[in-house]
């Protein structure tokens, strides 16, 4: 069965670095989304992401915050400079035809650590 | 008042129990409701969406609705062992953003 893969599974950096966590989405899957959920809290929707446009994103998705897809496999979050609270476990998505949200298949998380 | 709320538990039941999940909500734009299964360092897999009042049933799994009341519960019957996990509810108003509870984490002891 196809699945969302995301690497790395973990990820430790220090506070004000780069980080890029990648997602390879279903194959023929065309919306993407990541979502974060900080230890002991909600899932939470960061952005949504159609035709190399972001479509949605919520007040959390702030100018620390990009998504690419830079090639047809591929699908990225970038945290320009990291901060303590930015320490979650972030859920990539993707969905075939972005009609329902239950079609949104999730990847298993990346474990961002910012110390 | 949160969006939505889903007691996190936790709930322990003796295997061949019915678990019986509930969240409330406050955003009368929600249409779309689902509930999702979430182990231990995995994503949120999905196991059933409705989006209508009333009741949806998929083998020992019914999701209910009560719009009016702001209100969704998810019935697991014959519960079993393999069934403990966290539990999550989540609601759109849309094609796109997912607005999750809290979870509850359910442990079926056998």
């Known amino acids: 069965e196809p699945e969302v893969t995301q690497t790395p599974s973990h990820q430790v950096t220090q506070m004000g670095q780069e980080v890029i966590l990648r997602c390879v989405p279903i194959?023929?899957?065309?919306?993407f989304y990541w979502y974060r959920q900080i230890l002991g809290q909600k899932v939470e929707f960061l952005v949504s992401?159609?035709?190399?446009?972001?479509?949605?994103k919520s007040e959390i998705f702030d100018d620390q915050f990009s998504v690419e897809r830079p090639d047809g496999s591929n699908f990225t979050l970038k945290i320009r400079s990291t901060k303590l609270e930015d320490s979650a476990m972030y859920f990539c998505?993707?969905?075939?035809?972005?009609?329902?949200?239950?079609?949104?298949?999730f990847g298993p998380g990346t474990r961002l650590l910012v110390l | 008042q949160k969006e939505v709320e889903q007691d996190p538990g936790p709930l322990s039941v003796p295997e061949g129990a019915i678990v019986s999940l509930n969240c409330t909500y406050s955003n009368s734009a929600f249409q779309y409701f689902m509930w999702y299964r979430q182990y231990s360092r995995k994503g949120p897999e999905l196991l059933m969406y409705?989006?209508?009042?009333g009741n949806k049933e998929d083998g020992r799994f019914t999701a209910q609705v009560d719009k009016s009341s702001k209100y969704i519960s998810l019935f697991i019957r014959d519960s079993q062992p393999s069934d403990s996990a966290t539990y999550l509810c989540?609601?759109?108003?849309?094609?796109?953003?997912?607005?999750f509870g809290a979870g509850t984490t359910v442990t079926v002891r056998a």
């Open positions: 989540a609601m759109s108003e849309g094609d796109y953003k997912l607005s």
């Open positions: 992401f159609y035709n190399n446009e972001i479509s949605e």
């Open positions: 409705t989006y209508s009042s």
């Open positions: 194959s023929n899957h065309l919306y």
């Open positions: 998505a993707s969905s075939e035809t972005g009609q329902g949200p239950w079609t949104q298949y």
